[in-house]
């Protein structure tokens, strides 16, 4: 199992700069294939405050045979986006860490003992693959 951070552990990362993931599983069960996860990340951009931003990926799971690509390489669920475009859309940005981490569970189902630091994700992933792919959320 995958040691994650939560509760305060989490709010700390993230108001040193970590950025925080959670894989979710299957995006939607009663559409096409596909598997989401949620980031929550410092942001600093040019013409808006401070804060933490809220980003919800959606893609389509690759299952090839002989080499699964990782999360970030697999196309976008949402056809309509280029194909250089990233496959994720920003949910909103938030000036507190604890109001982004509620938040970004509030509006995808995340929960608080699951999120975790970048890399680990990819083991979430692989952890949900090997368990059967059970319900998140």
């Known amino acids: 199992m995958i040691a994650s951070i939560e509760g305060q552990r989490a709010l700390r990362a993230l108001r040193g700069g970590a950025l925080l993931d959670q894989f ?3 995006a939607d069960p009663s559409g096409p294939p596909g598997i989401a996860w949620v980031t929550v990340c410092p ?3 040019p013409e808006t405050p401070r804060g933490f931003m809220v980003t919800l990926f959606e893609v389509v799971e690759v299952n090839d045979f002989f080499e699964r690509p990782s999360l970030e390489r697999m196309p ?3 056809k309509s986006l280029s194909r250089n475009a990233a496959p ?3 949910l909103g940005l938030r000036t507190d860490p604890r109001v982004a981490l509620e938040f970004a569970e509030s509006i995808t189902g995340a929960t608080r003992d699951r999120w975790v630091t970048l ?3 990819e083991r979430q ?3 949900w693959v090997s368990a059967g792919r059970p319900p998140l959320r």
């Open 24 to 26: 979710l599983g299957y």
């Open 43 to 45: 942001w600093r951009a």
């Open 76 to 78: 976008a669920l949402d």
């Open 88 to 90: 994720c859309r920003d």
């Open 119 to 121: 890399y680990k994700l």
């Open 125 to 127: 992933y692989d952890e």
